[in-house]
Structure formats: C-alpha cells, structure tokens
C-alpha cells in the first residue's frame, strides 16, 4: 500500500508518518520510485503499536525509539530495554543528604537481596527505586523493610499478571513484544487499579 | 524569611518559586511592604513536596496544583484528586472499535464487582482501566479475567504497602499529604520494582 492509505488504515497522519520514519521506529517501506514506497501489514501494526504506547503507555518518541530498536533486535534483552523506561530518569536524581541517599541504597539493595532477584547493578530501575526511598523520605515517609516488602511482593504478582495476559493470534507481534508491551500497559492497568483500590477501600473504612 | 532565604534553603531558584506562587502551588507570604513578603518553614516544606511531585513523581505543574488545592482544603477527597492523576489522561482514549470497548467496559466493571470496590462510576482511574484494556487488545494482548484479577490483588497489595510507610515526625504533612504522597510515589516504587523482579525472574528461568 502507499503511504495515503497506510495512513488511513492506522488513523496516523501522513505527516506524522514521516516524522516516524525519520525517527526510525517505522522501518521504511519497499522504494518502488524515487519518491514513492510501499508498505505492508506489519506497518498498520507498528503504528499501532507506536501509538499505544505513546497514548496508552505514556512513553516519550526516544524512549520508543530505543525500546523498538532492542525489539527490531534478533535476541532482545526485553528486561533490561523495558529499565530504561523507568521514572524518575537518571536526569532528575532528587538532591539529598549523602548519608539518607546511602541508608536508602542499602535498603533497596537488601531488598533486592531478600526476594532473591539476580538484577543488573546498572539496571536504571535500581536506582530509580533508590531515588523514590530518599523522596518518599524527603516528604516525610519512611519505606522501612516492612513496606519495601509489601511493594516487592506486588510488583512480582503483578509481573506474573503481565505474564497472564493472553496473545491473541497476531502474526505481527512475537514474545518479545508481548513481554514489552505488556509491562508498560501493566504499568498504567496497575496504576489506575490502585486508584480504585485505594477509593474503594477508603469508603468501606 | 524573605524569598532569596526561602530559594537558597529549598535550592528552588526564585524566579521558579514565583511562578509557583503565581500558579497557586506555594501560597503566598505574609506581606512586610509592598515589594516584600517573609515566609515560613511550612513553604520550605511545600516546595520540597512540589519538587518531589514533579521530579520523582513525574505529575506536571498542572496536576500538582489541583491535587494541592484538594490537600488545601479541610476535608479533602484524597483517592477521588489523585484519580485525576491517572494516564492516559481524558485527551488521549485510543480510538477503537465501540464493541472492544464495550467488552472492556464491561470485563473492568465486572473486575471491580468482583473485588467489592466502591468506586464512583466517575472515577476517571475507571475510564483509564477501560482505556488500558482496549490498548492491550490493540496490540494483541488480552486481559481476561485470570489476568485482571492478578492485576486487582497486586494493586490491593500495593496499596496497603503505601498505608505501611511510616511517617516521620513532620509537623507541616497531615495524614492526608501522606496518603498522596505515599499514592504518587509508590506509583514510581511499584513500577520501578516491577522492572527489577522481571529482570530477577526472566533470568532465573
């Protein structure tokens, strides 16, 4: 198909298309002339895919950008591209107090310790969780061994409930994608649950 | 104290603690003449708390001055101002076929049914779910009851781990800064530990 109809069937203008292509995370379409491409299915499905999760998931263009290229890669090392896409990023560390930045360290990495997770000591994720300990601290909240490990038991649960969510028969998308997708979508599902949880919860208090 | 105290003690310059007061999110100081104001520690505090909203809490200024408005006032709604903060936000319902998201409507209110959560059928946490649900079946992906109910458990035990951080003698955070806090940042904890124990258990397979 040309690019008009590649923006029809995917409701992505055309202009936004070609900022895509530029960008790189739509892979260019067959040259058939000097100014004109084809493409295929698996386009219509990688715009979707590029929407949701900018719309749904909530990721920046670059942030996509790097999560496709570790996709488009023959053996993806999902865990580790799907780190990068934590908050706080590595740009906004909260200033602190080196002493409550080490205390919150070594909590985290006894955690990570206790639940047995063979993780990265690169892994952004790790110091994210670091930065949210000395932030929670900064306004007032300690996350003592007790909560940290309530959260951790969540977050396994809830990456067991990625896991659950059921392919549907789709020859565009391999596991990696699923895995990929699943986890930023689980981000947000779980999110929006908590705040439902927690409103549901409170009243019945 | 006056303003270049309030900056130097906070490390918030003051041009950016003027636009703070100017968009509602610090309230004003006690007025000593008509170009000068004194400040208290409770404003030290308050941009500690808006700083880490923005920074660790990824919220924009817009969403942290409607949840301070709501924390402002003397009995406020904390789960219904922080539903306001889910993603996607209202502007961004990815386009889908009416009857998938019939269907997601439908399996969530179901979900919620299940867990006996009273929620406000307005809660926007309840469109977003919806939202998540029909993005997920876009990429190829379905959330089925197993699965949800994996998400719902994970969010309920979240949410208790946000009610076990222990709060630190503070005399400018009431329960209900706590309760929103702890919300936001566990936001970022949960997601954070989300990577770290899918790294740790992809691995371990």
Chains 1, 2 share one sequence.
Not at 30 to 55: C, G, I, K, M, W
Not at 69 to 91: F, H, K, Q, Y
Not at 148 to 174: F, M, Q, T, W
Request: charged letters at 25%.
């Amino acid at each position: 198909m040309r690019i008009a109809e590649l923006s029809s069937r995917s409701g992505v203008p055309v202009p936004t298309i070609k900022y895509y292509l530029r960008e790189g995370l739509l892979p260019s379409g067959e040259v058939t002339s000097p100014n004109q491409a084809r493409y295929a299915d698996s386009h219509v499905f990688r715009l979707r895919l590029v929407r949701v999760l900018l719309d749904a998931g909530g990721l920046s263009i670059a942030e996509i950008g790097r999560l496709l290229a570790e996709l488009d890669r023959p053996d993806p090392d999902v865990p580790a591209a799907l780190s990068e896409t934590v908050r706080p990023g590595p740009s906004a560390p909260p200033p602190a107090d080196p002493r409550i930045r080490a205390a919150a360290a070594t909590t985290v990495g006894e955690l990570i310790g206790r639940r047995g997770w063979d993780v990265d000591p690169e892994n952004p994720a790790w110091r994210a969780a670091t930065d949210l300990v000395v932030a929670l601290r900064q306004v007032g909240l300690d996350a003592d061994v007790d909560a940290l490990d309530a959260y951790a038991r969540a977050a396994e649960g809830s990456v067991e409930a990625d896991r659950r969510l059921a392919p549907i028969a789709n020859r565009h998308a391999g596991s990696a994608c699923h895995h990929a997708v699943a986890a930023i979508l689980g981000d947000g599902l779980l999110a929006a649950l908590r705040r439902l949880a927690d409103q549901g919860r409170t009243r019945a208090c």
